[in-house]
């Protein structure tokens, strides 16, 4: 097949060129536009860049233990944590079960409740009530992490052994309830930004058929905000893993793997925060604590990164 | 209708092929646009009538997964390579079947892309503002609700509100896909004079399902099926003696 040329050829002058030139000259608007795009792709790699320095400083503070000294079939299998004693033992499965266990109930706990309350957000409530509501959302996802460690150990501490009839008190339960409540109101607050995301458009000509209210958020609505629902338990998670003090509270912390959730436990962080005071700079002790981080860090790397596939596989069939 | 051969085509499209993924949406399509010609463009659901406008002024870059291949040239500049994307995209002004009030008022929906471009004088701003809605045949109906929200209005207002945000810019090439959808029949033979003044000033693509439209206005009519251009002509010589048997199906309303 023969294809008549482009007509433009170079050299052609009149006012044609001169339009042609036009769309070639990068005026002011475009410039800005450059310069803003450079910004912000400064501000974007920050973030890389902030990582890899929280990374470099966190690994070479325990480098030199975790090269030539520690065992890792120990640390990460050992189930004793016991880095004062004679001669010390660094098996931080205790730690690393117990940050689990903790964070699992602390879910159980504030998925349902969060979700419940994003959905009446976002779909029923209305005027007033909706912003009454989300004000006081907001206050609860305020409230500083120590008061609710003084819950955990004033009020669900006596709750709980009343109510189960156990001994112990500060347990991988009031850990988990205590975490739970503290990541629900970011959950609510991140869930229900999604739901209202999703165009009305939708909700019309769902509800237009005759769908039901609940047909229409479960059919329809959910679907449409799953990335973003996904976001709001992966940044729960988040707070509830890498919460420290409120933990140290309400587990007991003890420093052992724990069986049921009437055990206490001890976490990663709370570990971290309770013995960094006391191990002298530049020890062992120092060091495998920093090692503790790393883990901590790494495993904050991996759920992220599985949260992230979850969503783009969402969109992929979406 | 005789062309001038000293003034060259507004658009030339050579062998242009759309793919979304692995499916193609338009393919081997080549003709030119002349300027001040109003180019009707046919053809049933999925021929490739709103990928091929979508192409025209990059909008592709917007969607993950398109891919255009071949060669559009606008005002003999390959728009591929422009350097200034942004100033082709003023050059060319898209109005989409579904209507886009942007949550601006009725004023600022109107006067966002004189001040993009940077007019500032009120007095201007004002001009340009009553002569793009009197032009889309709104400025009676809004004349006195300038300031209340754009998304606010009705559906075929907020249409007619879209095509003259398009107008405002000043556009040398107008994208029209089935802009009457949402308007109704007496507002939309106005509108069709006004786009008939329109020729004088601009080049217009004119994307419908109305062919009747298309023969009203249009000066060449092209005819796509299942992304192919299938055939392309004057517009009466098209409706009156097409060549092919699938165009003329179609006119007769035999598929489609
Ligand atoms: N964003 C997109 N992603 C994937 N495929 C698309 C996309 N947009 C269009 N397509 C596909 O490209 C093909 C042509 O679509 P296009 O919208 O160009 O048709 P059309 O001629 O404008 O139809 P209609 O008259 O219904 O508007 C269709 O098969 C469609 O499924
Ligand atoms: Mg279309």
Redesign the interface.
């Known amino acids: 097949m023969s294809?008549p040329p482009?007509?433009?050829t170079p050299g052609?002058t009149g006012p044609?060129?001169a339009?042609?030139k036009?769309?070639?000259?990068?005026?002011r608007?475009?410039w800005f536009?450059f310069g803003a795009r450079a910004a912000v792709f400064v501000g974007g790699m920050s973030a890389i860049l902030f990582i890899a320095a929280i990374f470099v400083f966190i690994g070479t503070q325990g480098l030199d233990f975790a090269i030539h000294r520690l065992s890792w079939s120990e640390f990460l299998f050992g189930t004793h944590w016991e880095p004062t004693v004679e001669p010390p033992r660094y098996g931080a499965l205790p730690l690393i079960a117990g940050t689990a266990w903790i964070t699992v109930v602390a879910m159980l706990v504030s998925a349902p409740l969060a979700f419940g309350a994003a959905v009446y957000v976002a779909e029923f409530a209305r005027g007033k009530q909706r912003e009454w509501l989300k004000i006081f959302i907001e206050l609860l996802a305020a409230i500083p992490s120590v008061v609710w460690g003084v819950i955990g150990l004033h009020v669900m501490k006596p709750i709980i052994q009343h109510v189960f009839d156990v001994q112990i008190g500060l347990n991988v339960l009031n850990a988990g309830v205590i975490l739970g409540l503290m990541a629900a109101p970011i959950i609510t607050t991140i869930a229900e930004d999604a739901l209202k995301a999703v165009p009305d458009t939708y909700r019309e000509a769902a509800e237009a058929m005759g769908a039901t209210r609940w047909q229409v958020i479960y059919r329809v609505v959910l679907p449409h905000a799953r990335p973003g629902l996904s976001a709001a338990v992966l940044l729960g998670i988040g707070r509830a893993f890498g919460e420290t003090i409120a933990v140290l509270m309400a587990s007991g912390h003890r420093l052992m793997i724990p069986h049921s959730v009437f055990d206490s436990a001890a976490t990663i962080t709370a570990t971290i925060a309770a013995e960094l005071g006391e191990a002298a700079k530049g020890s062992d002790h120092y060091q495998v604590l920093f090692v503790l981080g790393l883990l901590l860090f790494l495993i904050t790397f991996v759920i992220n990164l599985t949260a992230d596939w979850i969503v783009r596989g969402g969109r992929r069939r979406a | 209708m005789v062309t001038d051969p000293v003034i060259p085509p507004l658009l030339e499209v050579r062998d242009l092929s759309i793919h979304y993924g692995d499916k193609a949406a338009l393919s081997g399509v080549s003709f030119d646009i002349r300027q001040h010609e109003i180019f009707g463009i046919i053809g049933p659901a999925n021929a490739g009538k709103t990928s091929f406008l979508r192409a025209i002024n990059r909008m592709d870059d917007f969607v993950p997964g398109m891919r255009v291949g071949g060669q559009i040239c606008f005002a003999g500049r390959d728009v591929a390579t422009v350097r200034n994307l942004y100033a082709l995209r003023r050059r060319i002004g898209v109005v989409f079947p579904l209507p886009v009030g942007l949550p601006l008022s009725i004023y600022d929906n109107v006067a966002l892309s004189p001040r993009l471009r940077g007019v500032r004088r009120r007095a201007e701003l004002d001009q340009i503002v009553e002569r793009c809605l009197t032009r889309a045949a709104l400025w009676d109906e809004v004349k006195d609700r300038l300031t209340s929200l754009g998304s606010l209005l009705s559906g075929g207002q907020q249409q007619r509100l879209t095509i003259a945000r398009a107008l405002s810019q000043e556009p040398d090439l107008l994208l029209l896909d089935e802009f009457s959808i949402a308007v109704d029949p007496v507002t939309t033979m106005r509108i069709e004079e006004v786009l008939k003044e329109l020729r004088n000033e601009l080049t217009i693509v004119l994307v419908t399902n109305l062919v009747q439209q298309a023969r009203r206005l249009a000066d060449r009519t092209a005819f796509f099926l299942g992304g192919r251009c299938v055939e392309l002509d004057a517009t009466e010589a098209l409706f009156s003696n097409a060549t092919q048997q699938q165009t003329i199906d179609y006119l007769g309303g035999r598929f489609g």
């Open positions: 294809r482009v007509s433009s052609v044609r060129a339009e042609a036009s769309l070639d000259r990068r005026d608007a475009w536009d």
